[in-house]
Nanobody, 124 residues
Framework: QVQLVESGGGLVQAGGSLRLSCAASGRTFSRSTIGWFRQAQGKEREFVAAISWSGGMTLYADSVRGRFTICSDSAKNTVYLQMNGLKPEATAVYFC?????????????????WGQGTQVPVSS
């Protein structure tokens, strides 16, 4: 069994920054990837970014590339999402998820376990 716990959410002004954390526990993750997704109220869950634990391969949604950075700390079993230049349309619940595959993926269907999510409201 795998547990994922997100933290770091909170109210931020447009143009501001926030760093989200995803702490993983349970089985080993050496050949897994972690993804970040977000879901705004009334909308579908959408891909944000993903990273492979060991290879450092990353994948970003076009809407966040250049402003968001995903990185991992294998010693802490934690993946971070640094979000800069936040816009009001980024307001959503942010989820992390794990995929037991070496390659990052954009589809939520490819991920096996999910965290409970953390709220990120961005005020204009």
């Amino acid at each position: 069994q795998v547990q994922l716990v997100e933290s770091g959410g909170g109210l931020v002004q447009a143009g501001g920054s926030l760093r989200l954390s995803c702490a993983a526990s349970g089985r080993t993750f050496s050949r897994s990837t972690i993804g970040w997704f977000r879901q705004a109220q009334g909308k579908e869950r959408e891909f944000v970014a993903a990273i492979s634990w060991s290879g450092g391969m990353t994948l970003y949604a076009d809407s966040v590339r250049g402003r968001f950075t995903i990185c991992s700390d294998s010693a802490k079993n934690t993946v971070y999402l640094q979000m800069n230049g936040l816009k009001p349309e980024a307001t959503a619940v942010y989820f992390c998820a794990i995929r037991h595959n070496f390659y990052p993926a954009r589809s939520s269907l490819e991920y096996d376990y999910w965290g409970q999510g953390t709220q990120v409201p961005v005020s204009s």
